[in-house]
């Protein structure tokens, strides 16, 4: 038999690879009640939880398993189901596919399929499929800040001294964070040799540019004296301000500025005139402190 023909039958008789074609979605929280509340627990939030509750027809097919998600789980793993049921998934993962929505969806149902206490598989690119939003009982995040990721563990599970060590590397990595009342989406993090708040503005990025930028005008961008607006990110089609703080201020003391802040802001966004040369030269100021997180 001929080299090309011997190919030729090979090939016929090995199944195809289905090709998956990946898609971005900019925001792929929309839609959901509480977007900047996802988009924070993302991009700046190192530990915290938050209970969701699965559609009917999802816990017609599965059960009623409780389900909780994680900011990041072990070895950020996208998915883990323990003994009795409980099924974890991580808004960090290492893999993703264009549609961050789409992938925690194909992980939480991969995780519902698994048994109880099994390994989850989640393949990296999931295809076309149900989203958060089709397989989640929108509403408000119930969240729970942690200092480190005991919640991870089952009772008993840190006597393995393999485990507490793993545990105590991943907690060596946290840095405080406090999540802040007088706004929403807003977290007060201390780092080395400074502080922050960090805020997910709601509205769409024009808009909210564009009132940052009035407010830059007008020389009320800080949070008080001894303050610094450092700049913004822009993550999944929505913009987060960032505070540089005093390194040893502690996160109540900015519930009163954050609120005055607010309070500002709203203002500035209901202005419907358009920008005037000093706000268009904030403007221009301002985007050039951005950074894109992906």
């Not at 938050?50 to 599965?62: D, G, K, N, S």
């Not at 009623?64 to 974890?88: C, E, I, N, Y």
């Not at 992938?103 to 149902?109: E, F, P, Q, R």
């Not at 997910?200 to 004296?225: I, M, N």
């Amino acid at each position: 038999m001929s080299k090309r023909r011997k190919n030729q039958r090979v090939g016929e008789s090995t199944p195809k690879r289905e090709k998956v074609r990946d898609v971005f979605v900019p925001r792929p929280f929309e839609g959901l009640v509480d977007e900047p509340e996802w988009i924070a627990l993302r991009e700046l939030v190192p530990a915290a939880s938050a209970p969701l509750r699965l559609t009917p027809e999802l816990i017609e097919e599965y059960g009623d398993r409780p389900v909780t998600l994680a900011t990041v789980l072990p070895m950020a793993a996208p998915a883990m189901t323990k003994p009795d049921g409980r099924v974890f998934i991580g808004l960090q993962r290492h893999q993703q596919s264009g549609d961050v929505s789409r992938d925690l969806a194909d992980a939480l149902i991969s995780a519902l399929r698994t048994e109880p206490g099994g390994q989850v598989s989640v393949p990296p690119l999931p295809g076309p499929g149900p989203r958060l939003q089709d397989i989640l009982v929108d509403g408000p995040l119930e969240i729970s800040m942690h200092d480190g990721f005991d919640f991870w563990l089952d009772p008993g599970a840190a006597d393995d001294p393999n485990v507490q060590a793993s545990l105590e590397r991943a907690n060596s990595a946290i840095y405080p964070t406090v999540k802040l009342a007088a706004a929403r989406a807003a977290y007060w993090c201390q780092v080395p040799e400074k502080a922050h708040v960090r805020m997910v503005l709601p509205e769409d990025e024009d808009a909210a540019l564009d009132a940052l930028s009035r407010l830059g005008a007008a020389g009320a961008l800080t949070l008080g004296d001894d303050t610094k607006f450092a700049g913004m990110f822009r993550a999944h089609g929505r913009l987060a301000p960032v505070w540089d703080l005093p390194e040893d201020s502690p996160a109540a003391e900015w519930e009163a500025p954050l609120a005055e802040f607010a309070k500002r802001y709203a203002e500035a966004v209901a202005e419907q005139a358009p920008l005037d040369a000093a706000g268009r030269r904030s403007r221009q100021g301002l985007l050039g402190r951005q950074l894109t997180l992906r």
